[in-house]
């Protein structure tokens, strides 16, 4: 069984390795002293095309294998969880979900601009007193018409305040 890196995967690999040490590990120190993220990162990250890399070329992405998803997050990494993070929430939890189990109008309101990187994306699960454990979580989602009205506390949400768009888990009647 051969296991190398095909060209796309290898040259996905390069391209995020270089910028992150090109554009990012520079400013790490910087970043912790004052424990926040350079928010020019995220546009940079977009017009990379990474925010999308996985996500199919119809919705706006690249069109990527998860495989390159792995390797995308394993190069920012390297450099700094931080960015991981965004990928991990902005890609791997919300967009992803989207991608699954989203309608085809939420796709085209929601995914597309995210795959773009024109808008950021978080996803709302712990709660006070709870946690990550869905089971025993209390944040309701009762329907209205077309809407749903939540009621509940969420708490660490990573990028909550340059998000555009939420995910959140809640429970339904």
């Known amino acids: ?3 190398s890196l095909n060209e796309e995967h290898q040259q996905a690999q390069k391209m995020v390795r270089d910028f992150a040490a090109r554009e ?7 970043w912790d002293r004052k424990q926040e993220m350079k928010p020019e ?4 990250m977009a017009e990379l095309g990474i ?3 996985c996500i199919p070329v119809r919705y706006g992405g690249q069109g990527f294998d998860y495989i390159t998803l792995g390797l995308v997050c394993e190069e920012l990494e390297r450099a700094d969880t931080t960015l991981r993070v965004v990928m991990s929430v902005h890609t791997g939890l919300n967009s992803l979900s989207l991608l699954q189990w989203g309608t085809e109008e939420q796709k085209q309101r929601f995914l597309v601009p995210q795959a773009r990187g024109e808008k950021y994306a978080a996803f709302g699960l712990t709660e006070p007193g709870v946690g990550s454990d869905v089971v025993n979580m209390r944040a309701t989602a009762r329907r209205e018409g077309d809407r749903y009205i939540l009621n509940g506390e969420k ?3 990573s990028l909550a305040t340059k998000a555009h768009n939420f995910l959140v888990i809640a429970k339904t009647d």
């Open 51 to 53: 925010l999308g890399i």
């Open 41 to 44: 990162f995220l546009p940079r």
């Open 1 to 3: 069984m051969d296991f």
């Open 155 to 157: 708490m660490w949400i």
């Open 24 to 30: 990012v590990m520079p400013v790490i120190s910087e």
